[in-house]
């Protein structure tokens, strides 16, 4: 990294677009959290307890003196031990990193957006020593880092968020089918999509998601372009998740009936999201980060009476 690259000297960081094309993301999410949202969470689960809850399996990074070395004897695997107040509250960012994510035409692309959301996220809730983990997926599940207090987890998961690419179709409900019985404990679960995948398979499945008593958070994060429409020349869209089918079509004809489609699409989902108690954050890639981050605080301070 440039050292006169700094927050005094960036001047643009209203601008997703220009923050997003720094392409140092570390960098990026410390200096949102740190730079306006740093003191503003307090975790709604975490208590002073620190009695012993559980073992869990080592993973590279754990601290050493966590290891329960009898438990480990007996079983020749390496155990760590959690306690309460490490395991309270466990977040797990879940990014789609599916075909329509990688949509951008005059804005970063929403995988590169909601890369960055995540990562500032991840910095935010590391700094409150919260467990955080992330997960990535398109029709399948690309990625899992099980959720970690641990200052290094941080690292882990810039890794992988930088590693990944957006990929194939999306199946929401196939994740949550298969993330829901391997979660035994209650967790805080931040998915962030454009949620482009059949409404009532997602409405179902938010619904099983809810019934478990997990905390869940939908961030939609949609290009301007697909709110708007604003093809004014015949153009060629293309499928971006798998296909690579093409079609030429006159924007004239199809406005009407897209912006229609799509305004039912989008309180279909706000529906959904109410009627399974699902908080819902939808965004356009224009949207500052740092104003995103601050109303999700905002919005989970009032509902759960986080202290200030």
Known sequence: MSASLTPETFTAWDDPTAIVRLGHLEFVARTLVEGGMHGQHASPLKGTSVQFAEHRPYSPGDEVRHIDWRASGKTGRYFVKEFEEETNLRTYLIVDSSGSMGYGERTATKFEYARVLAAALGYLLTMQRDAVGLIT?????????????????????????????????????????????????????????????????????????????????????????????????????????????????????LRRVYLEQFQTFQQGLREGAANAGCDLIQLKTTDSFQETIGMHLRNRQRRTKWPT
Not at 165 to 192: H, M, V, Y
Not at 207 to 231: G, M, Y
């Open 137 to 253: 997926f398109d029709h399948e599940l690309r990625d899992r880092f099980e959720p970690s207090a641990h200052p290094k987890s941080f690292q882990q998961i810039l890794s992988m968020l930088s590693g990944r690419t957006p990929g194939q179709e999306t199946s929401l409900s196939k994740l949550f089918l298969n993330l829901l019985p391997t979660l035994k404990r209650r967790s805080l679960l931040i998915l962030i999509s454009d949620f482009f995948d059949s409404l009532e398979s997602l409405k179902s499945v938010l619904q099983q998601v809810r019934k478990q008593q997990h905390d869940l958070l939908l961030i939609q994060v949609i290009a301007p372009e697909e709110e708007e429409f604003p093809f004014e020349k015949p153009t060629l869209f293309q499928d971006l998740e798998g296909t690579g089918r093409r079609v030429l079509v006159d924007p004239h004809r």
